[in-house]
């Protein structure tokens, strides 16, 4: 192959109980890519239609990621990378960690499938360094892997995949603001309690147990966060309210997705998450804040290439 046009999965972080390690992808909302390979070496970022963001590839999270995989290739040519943003940044859905992943993960398989998983998760890594000044994988290891993803450690970097049951569904609100990932990491305290620490653990074990063991009940018992919620909720605008709205319609549970503002809810089965969706946005009518509402299947493949299409997105 010369060139792939692939789809990048937006991904739920933290999924409430499990701040900076547990993750998960969603198949209805996503970027589009098309990654082709060039003679000249480096990378350059032809297009970006969606959003205004950088085509320097040394200030796009894509350029940054894809130069940490040619750093450890032998690959003597370059990429050229389109960019059709779908995810608006800011929005708490992974929206650097899309362009991220789908560079890196596009061009592996240009070059023959050279690296791993766990290697195009490093790289992609640097991308989120780019964008929030950590270099976190708890959006890009979803979106690489696929369904719920688990990092048991960072270094050395582990990273454990956990099936996600038939029925669960995700509904994510996104009110239009925009809190940067940076900042929302400033106002976390670095410490905590033994007590909350306790009680954390117990609901990030309930969680993947749940998952494992298809208890929806017990998935819903786990989607608590006494740490991170009960602060960065502060920045998010009826949060309280949807929060309210979401439990009385059903859903398993609700937390903020990734550093906000973005709003998830899980539900068994989607005439519920689609409950939910409504519930969540007639809050956002009432307080009169424009809003984008997805209702999606745990996207269970990640990352993945698109049937051929025109040469340009």
């Known amino acids: 192959m010369e060139?792939?046009?692939?789809?990048?999965?937006?991904?739920?972080?933290?999924?409430?109980?499990?701040?900076?390690?547990?993750?998960?992808?969603?198949?209805?909302?996503?970027?589009?890519m098309l990654v082709r390979k060039t003679d000249k070496p480096g990378i350059k970022i032809t297009k970006i239609t969606g959003q205004e963001l950088p085509l320097a590839t040394e200030n796009n999270v894509a350029g940054v990621a894809g130069l940490a995989l040619l750093q450890k290739s032998d690959y003597q040519g370059g990429f050229e990378i389109e960019i059709?943003?779908?995810?608006?940044?800011?929005?708490?859905?992974?929206?650097?960690?899309?362009?991220?992943?789908?560079?890196?993960?596009?061009?592996?398989?240009?070059?023959?499938?050279?690296?791993?998983?766990?290697?195009?998760?490093?790289?992609?890594?640097?991308?989120e360094k780019l964008a929030s000044d950590v270099a976190h994988a708890d959006?890009?290891?979803?979106?690489?892997?696929?369904?719920?993803t688990l990092v048991r450690s960072y270094d050395p970097l582990d990273i454990i995949p956990i099936p996600a049951p038939d029925e669960l569904f995700a509904t994510v609100i996104h009110p239009q603001i925009e809190i940067k990932t940076s900042d929302s990491r400033k106002i976390l305290k670095t410490n905590i309690s033994l007590e909350k620490g306790i009680r954390q653990w117990g609901n990030l074990g309930g969680l993947i147990a749940g998952l494992y063991t298809k208890d929806y009940n017990l998935i819903g018992r786990s989607l608590e966060d006494h740490i991170v919620e009960p602060i960065?909720?502060?920045?998010?605008?009826?949060?309280?309210?949807?929060?309210?709205?979401?439990?009385?319609?059903?859903?398993?549970?609700c937390g903020i997705s990734g550093s906000g503002p973005s709003i998830f809810a899980l539900s068994k089965g989607e005439e519920t998450a689609q409950i939910v969706a409504k519930e969540m946005a007639s809050v956002y009518k009432t307080i009169g804040l424009d809003f984008d509402v997805h209702v999606s299947k745990i996207c269970s493949r990640g990352v993945a290439s698109l049937m051929a299409g025109p040469k340009d997105i």
Request: aromatic share 8%; hydrophobic share 40%.
């Open 139 to 148: 959006n890009v290891a979803p979106a690489i892997y696929g369904g719920f």
């Open 232 to 253: 960065r909720s502060i920045l998010i605008p009826g949060f309280d309210q949807v929060k309210s709205s979401v439990h009385d319609s059903g859903a398993l549970g």
């Open 3 to 32: 060139e792939i046009k692939v789809f990048c999965p937006a991904t739920i972080a933290n999924v409430s109980c499990g701040f900076d390690v547990l993750g998960l992808a969603l198949e209805s909302v996503g970027d589009e």
């Open 84 to 127: 059709q943003k779908k995810i608006k940044p800011g929005s708490g859905i992974g929206s650097s960690a899309a362009s991220s992943t789908g560079a890196v993960w596009a061009m592996d398989q240009l070059l023959g499938n050279p690296f791993t998983k766990l290697e195009l998760v490093q790289f992609a890594m640097q991308g």
